[in-house]
């Protein structure tokens, strides 16, 4: 039974006592083993249910295989149980059911991203029970419970839910703890009832990150096997949560995975007797010892190797001893001894193949690397020629480059071949089919060329490339009581002061569309109970807000389209720069409204003192002080990465707010919850982007200015990309690889997808104003 984001404290601390009763009595009479299993990052729902399964320790790029899935292949218990004929039932989570597509004899999957559903989701999985339960035709029944996660994730640790959901949970497990007892009565063997958690929840209600709180969770372990005295509680012992793959298969008589670096938990055959105990333990022990073999070529040195060999030859002296039957007194003390030094090997052997586990594709590392700094390289050579009077950039290729480039390619392929024939571990780009990876060299050997052209015109022209210092940006967290009455006049306030500053370049139509949508925030707020208003009296009219949120789409969509539609009749018909200007303004005000709409009720002052700044730099600083273009675009990227940070973005994935991306759906749509998702995360950079276009658009000749800003763009968030995947590669080994650099890899990832459409976008306005400004020369 794994129940979502089961925080140890929400079972082993006061929460526990109060709102799961029946759990604690299991432990306080002796009938459960309580451990405090740690999950290593990224502690999300896929890496850690493959952790559970295989007893491996998945890499960071399963943060992203989250959101879909892939079969998976490594070998882990539930393909082991199959494999030995065991009937294997599952409900709950449909991530079980990707990863294991043809496991289950009977299943019924749910979602698990639509956040806003913390009831029907458990309930779902509940309807099965009884029938289950009296059925004997199953050997493993598997149930995932996501309704704790979700609440989590709408209102965090803290809120009332909580304490209902651990009740119905512990409700759950009462349920069917008394029926596997009833069964045992007539079967010839105790069951296991396993209860557990995937990862923690952390302060703010997320996961994904390493905090304590996100790390560590509940495993119990209950069974009439288990032989302890009534009122002999002992704390929770620290475990890893990868020592459960172990412990099952140790269970199931089935194979420990082969790559699992796990040590079964030993209280489970405690009460065996002392010649399985030391059979069992032998057998973990060489399963883990033959992984080291394999993974580390000096294995005999390792201390966990040695301390194996050291093992074997006692559990040996024990078995002679026992084969001549000896003096019990003599084999008990032996077999002891023995039984210590198995689990100080296990430990050992589990902790250096611990650390070995982050195996690294250095070959495709390098090239995706070397791919980043030629373009950096080529964009920093012609900061010169992009940021002149004509704009532009032109990287011409010589028949020398050319000559270049063929030789380049053909000695990157015949060094790709050498690779890739010669490694024995899997590499991304070898896997790739050979049209791919030549199309990825040849990628490597223009862009090469591209670099050495430009620098050789350089030269020949005797320009010097002009340096551009930048300074970080950085920002600070808002913080926002649980006061409702207060946010509630903050919220209207931040509401109204954002209609005053975006609705005086809007169209009439548009300003109209703002007003109504703003209102709909705050109604949409208050449907939700976030905000109080007159028409709530008490917190039974409650909702989702789906029709309030789909009602502010409306405004959303008409607003952008009335922008879109000025655009377009600006080019077409050559209307002039008004026209176009007030059709991007519009733009602008949706984009803004889906920001309102999407940012929690104590974000919205940021988004005003965002919206403040733009007009005091635009009327005070930028037009009275004629700034250049590549000035203000510079400041404007700086103060879109500054707000990005002000709305309460990290680099912890943690602070990814996943519930706006489900703001007025009533079920898990994948494409708009991603989109939502993404555009709330990285609001601060696309308003301030959408307000440079706007800013440009004003000025006569707002072409090469647009290239230009353009040009900016690209540039600034190719510095640090470059910068950080090289630190990275380098870094790789590092104490935080996994808990700091790989989460803010992934952000600066999406942070240059986010660039590269905005880039697009300046390309297209940039394009619509030259094809407007032909059509008037046309018609003159």
């Known amino acids: ?248 298969a140790v269970g199931l008589g089935l194979p420990i995975p082969q ?148 030789v380049m390619f053909l000695l990157l392929w015949a060094m790709h071949m050498v690779v890739c024939t010669s490694t024995e571990s899997s590499c991304y780009l070898c896997s790739l089919a050979w049209p791919m990876a030549g199309g990825v060299l040849a990628l490597v050997s223009a862009l090469l060329c591209g670099v050495l052209s430009t620098l050789t015109r350089m030269c020949l022209r005797g320009k010097l490339l002009r340096r551009v210092r930048l300074a970080p940006a950085d920002g600070t967290h808002l913080f926002v009581s649980d006061h409702q009455a207060e946010l509630s006049v903050l919220a209207a306030l931040s509401l109204l002061a954002i209609f005053a500053l975006v609705q005086s370049r809007c169209s009439s139509v548009a300003k109209g569309a703002l007003a109504l949508g703003l209102l709909g925030v705050y109604c949409y707020r208050a449907a939700t109970g976030h905000v109080l208003s007159p028409w709530q009296q008490d917190n039974k009219d409650v909702s989702r807000g789906i029709i309030e949120a789909r009602f502010v789409y409306v405004f959303v969509l008409g607003i952008l389209f009335t922008g879109i539609k000025d655009m377009l009749k600006s080019q077409v018909l050559a209307a002039g720069i008004p026209v176009k200007t007030v059709g991007l303004w519009d733009v602008y005000s949706g984009l803004v409204l889906l920001t309102a709409l999407l940012f929690r009720p104590h974000n919205l002052p940021v988004l005003v003192c965002s919206l403040l700044i733009q007009t005091v730099m635009t009327k005070f600083i930028w037009r009275p002080l004629r700034h250049g273009a590549a000035e203000v675009t510079v400041m404007h990227y700086w103060f879109g990465q500054a707000f990005f940070y002000f709305q309460g973005n990290s680099n912890n994935i943690a602070t990814v707010d996943i519930s706006a991306g489900f703001v007025g759906l009533n079920t898990y749509v994948e494409v708009p919850a991603m989109f939502l998702t993404a555009f709330a995360t990285y609001a601060g950079p696309v308003l301030w982007a959408s307000h440079l276009v706007n800013f440009l658009s004003w000025e006569p000749n707002s072409g090469p200015a647009l290239r230009r800003a353009c040009f900016c763009y690209a540039l600034l968030s190719s510095v640090p990309v470059s910068a950080y995947v090289v630190l990275v590669t380098a870094l790789r080994y590092h104490l935080f690889i996994w808990s700091v650099f790989s989460p803010k890899l992934l952000y600066v990832g999406m942070h240059l997808l986010v660039t590269a459409a905005l880039c697009l976008g300046f390309t297209a306005v940039d394009r619509a104003g030259a094809k407007a400004d032909a059509g008037k020369v046309a018609h003159c």
Not at 331 to 351: D, E, H, I, P, V
Request: proline fraction near 5%; glycine fraction near 6%; charge should be neutral.
């Open 1 to 248: 039974m794994l129940i979502d984001a089961l925080r140890d404290d929400f079972v082993f601390g006061s929460k526990g006592v109060k709102f799961m009763p029946y759990t604690t009595s299991l432990v306080e009479k002796g009938a459960a083993h309580s451990f405090v299993a740690e999950a290593k990052p990224p502690t999300v729902t896929m890496p850690r249910i493959k952790a559970l399964m295989t007893g491996s320790l998945p890499g960071f790029v399963d943060v992203v295989r989250n959101l879909n899935s892939p079969a998976l292949l490594e070998d882990n218990v539930v393909t082991q149980a199959k494999a030995a004929g065991k009937r294997i039932i599952f409900y709950g989570d449909e991530t079980w059911v990707k990863l294991f597509p043809k496991h289950f004899v009977e299943y019924d999957g749910t979602t698990s991203f639509f956040v806003s559903d913390y009831t029907e989701v458990d309930n779902n999985v509940t309807r099965h029970l009884d029938k289950v339960l009296k059925r004997g035709d199953w050997d493993v029944l598997i149930l995932h419970y996501l309704g704790l996660d979700h609440i989590g994730h709408i209102s965090g640790p803290s809120s009332p839910l909580i304490g209902r959901k651990l009740s119905e949970m512990d409700s759950i497990l009462m349920r069917i703890h008394t029926s596997l007892l009833s069964e045992e009565r007539e079967a010839l063997s105790p069951s296991l009832l396993v209860l557990c958690g995937d990862h923690g929840m952390s302060e703010s209600g997320g996961h994904g990150a390493s905090s304590l709180e996100e790390v560590n969770t509940a495993l119990l372990l209950t069974s009439s096997a288990f032989e302890r005295k009534p009122g002999e509680v002992r704390p929770p012992e620290r475990v890893q949560q990868t020592d459960l793959a172990a412990t099952l």
């Open 259 to 406: 790559h699992s670096v796990g040590r079964f938990l030993f209280p489970v055959v405690q009460g065996r007797a002392l010649r399985e105990q030391l059979r069992l333990l032998h057998l973990n022990a060489v399963q883990l010892s033959r992984l080291l073999q394999v993974r580390v070529p000096g294995y005999k040195r390792e201390h966990g190797f040695e301390q194996f060999k050291i093992s074997e030859r006692l559990h040996g002296n024990w078995v002679r001893l026992y084969l001549e039957e000896n003096n019990a007194e003599i084999l008990l003390n032996m077999g002891a001894k023995a039984r210590k030094q198995y689990l100080y090997t296990l430990k050992a052997l589990s902790q250096a193949l611990s650390s070995q586990e982050a195996q690294y594709d250095i070959y495709s590392m390098v090239v995706g690397t070397v791919v980043v700094l030629e373009v950096l390289a080529l964009l920093l050579l012609s900061v010169p020629q992009a940021l002149g009077a004509t704009a532009k950039l032109e990287v011409p290729l010589s028949p020398v480059c050319s000559l270049l480039f063929y």
